[in-house]
Nanobody
Framework: QVQLVESGGGLVQAGGSLRLSCAASGRTFSSYAMGWFRQVPGKERELVAGISSGGSTNYADSVKGRFTIYRDNAKNTVYLQMNSLKPEDTAVYYC???????????????????WGQGTQVTVSS
C-alpha cells in the first residue's frame, strides 16, 4: 500500500508561484509513474503534469512553459513547480501514482491506483 500526502497549496496572486510536494510512503517509489491532477467543482479531474519512473514528462497544454514536474527518488517525493499562475489555475490539486514501465506517463485518472487527499490552490486576480 502506498500513501501519498500533498502539501504546498495556498492563496497566491496572479503571476506568482507555488511549489506543491507529494511525499510517498513505501520503498518502491522509483518504479512509480506520478501525476498531478486538478479538479474544479462541476468538472472532471484533469492531468496537469505527469512523470514516468524513468523521468519522462507530459504536460497539459494549458500549463506548458509555466509548470514543471520533477521527482526526487531519494526523498520519495514528486514536486510541481507552478510559475506565472493564473486565476484559471485555481483548483484542488491531487497527486497520484501507479507502478508503470519506465517511459510511460499515464494520462487518465482511471490508470492511477493511489491518490493523495488533495490540496487547494487559489489564484487571485
Amino acid at each position: 500500500q502506498v500513501q501519498l500526502v500533498e502539501s504546498g497549496g495556498g492563496l497566491v496572486q496572479a503571476g506568482g508561484s507555488l511549489r506543491l510536494s507529494c511525499a510517498a510512503s513505501g520503498r518502491t517509489f522509483s518504479s512509480y509513474a506520478m501525476g498531478w491532477f486538478r479538479q474544479v467543482p462541476g468538472k472532471e479531474r484533469e492531468l496537469v503534469a505527469g512523470i514516468s519512473s524513468g523521468g519522462s514528462t507530459n504536460y497539459a497544454d494549458s500549463v506548458k512553459g509555466r509548470f514543471t514536474i520533477y521527482r526526487d527518488n531519494a526523498k520519495n517525493t514528486v514536486y510541481l513547480q507552478m510559475n506565472s499562475l493564473k486565476p484559471e489555475d485555481t483548483a484542488v490539486y491531487y497527486c497520484a501514482g501507479v507502478r508503470a514501465i519506465s517511459w510511460y506517463v499515464p494520462p487518465q485518472v482511471k490508470e492511477y491506483n493511489y491518490w493523495g487527499q488533495g490540496t487547494q490552490v487559489t489564484v487571485s486576480s
